[in-house]
């Protein structure tokens, strides 16, 4: 039998963050927990559920987390960006065809790497339910069966970010994200105190979310140098490529760029400017799996370290795990998958196994997670939109 795409459904959600969430932010700086200077409260997150139905009845899955001051995109425009033009390349296509699908995408709908990689995703998943494989058999393999986890500290007072450090060390973490940025020597006072408590037990990795011009980063990045820091991610603004190349080329600490890349061609820029160290990955950027195994392999061949981060929901989340499994070889630092511990709910059925540390590869074909459909009607701002063949 043929397989052949013949239906995608769209479902726009809010999630709300845990009540514990809501109120460490709402202590922390600009009640966001850290120094990006967006203005609206942030209550929980924004996404979009694809289903894509092959014409045996399978069902593949994938999820968008999207967020306006670093996004630019709402759900509903993701949406827009597939019923108006990306359903077309999709509708009526053998989901194994994954590089014709993207190569089609991209040479008639520019830029919209979200809404392409949300239905990208979806397709992994459907080749591995119609060949009942696990989607990292896709990506490499399954090298793995766990992957270890980082973990990610709000931006607050030193005493409560050492604090959280302590609670998430005793559950087995040794990977830590700290939110800096708020002044120089208060990202000193925040390293010293957490890298003189844990000692060479942990690892940081420290993000700014734009807080400095170049020159103040340079001295902001020179200053924790002491404390061992893995990398240091989007230090000054989003757009500001050249500045992240001065500040990379006068810290010895590797960059990584995060609100200040979304496309494959983003990254190439960055690297070839010499403005980053380090690869970030997740489910958005730079756009589906297809995309982020193009990047992976241009990382290395360039000597950058990869990482996979994001606060998603399950599915997404099981989709970052598969990744990191299928490229266990190719990626250095602890994944950063944070939206079981934010947000109320995962959207799957059977919650994925975080346990002393680590998350476990799912069993089953796919991303090997089933969506909770209750759930899905629950937290759904809008109908179900389904565009047929």
């Not at 990689?117 to 591995?128: K, V």
């Not at 490499?140 to 959280?164: C, F, T, W």
């Amino acid at each position: 039998m043929k397989h052949e795409i013949i239906c995608i459904e769209l479902t726009p959600l809010h999630v709300p963050f845990k009540e514990i969430v809501r109120k460490a932010m709402g202590e922390g700086e600009g009640t966001l927990g850290m120094a990006i200077p967006a203005e609206e409260e942030w209550l929980g997150g924004d996404f979009v559920i694809a289903k894509l139905i092959c014409n045996d009845g399978t069902e593949g899955i994938s999820e968008a987390f999207v967020w306006l001051p670093e996004s630019g995109v709402s759900p509903e425009q993701i949406i827009d960006a597939i019923k108006g033009g990306l359903a077309n390349y999709l509708l009526g296509e053998n989901p194994f065809n994954i590089e014709k699908i993207n190569r089609r995408m991209d040479n008639n709908i520019a830029r919209s790497e979200q809404a392409k990689g949300l239905l990208d995703i979806a397709c992994y998943d459907l080749m591995g339910k119609l060949t009942d494989l696990p989607a990292c058999c896709f990506m490499g393999g399954r090298n793995v069966d766990e992957i270890p986890l980082a973990a990610l500290i709000p931006l607050g007072d030193s005493m409560l970010m050492r604090g959280l450090v302590r609670s998430y060390y005793k559950r087995g973490f040794r990977t830590f994200r700290l939110k800096l940025g708020r002044s120089i020597q208060e990202d000193i006072e925040i390293c010293e105190k957490i890298r003189n408590t844990f000692g060479n037990k942990i690892r940081l990795r420290v993000d700014y979310n734009q807080a400095y011009s170049p020159y103040q980063a340079i001295r902001a990045i020179k200053a924790i140098e002491p404390f061992g820091i893995d990398y240091a991610e989007q230090p000054v603004n989003k757009d500001d490529y050249l500045g992240m190349a001065y500040v990379q080329k006068h810290v010895d600490t590797p960059l990584m760029s995060h609100e200040g890349y979304f496309s494959l061609r983003d990254f190439i820029t960055l690297v070839e400017l010499g403005a980053v160290g380090v690869l970030g990955i997740n489910s958005e950027r730079p756009g589906g799996v297809t995309n982020a195994l193009k990047a992976i392999d241009y990382a290395q061949m360039r000597g950058l370290s990869v990482v996979c981060h994001n606060q998603p929901l399950g599915i997404a989340s099981a989709m970052q795990i598969h990744l990191h499994a299928g490229r266990f070889y190719s990626i250095e630092h602890a994944s950063e998958l944070f939206g079981q511990e934010m947000m109320e709910d995962d959207l799957i059925v059977k919650p994925l196994d975080y346990t002393g540390g680590t998350a476990k590869v799912p069993k089953g074909p796919g991303w090997g997670v089933e969506l909770d459909e209750d759930a899905l009607q629950k937290y759904a701002t809008a109908p179900t939109i389904a565009i047929k063949k």
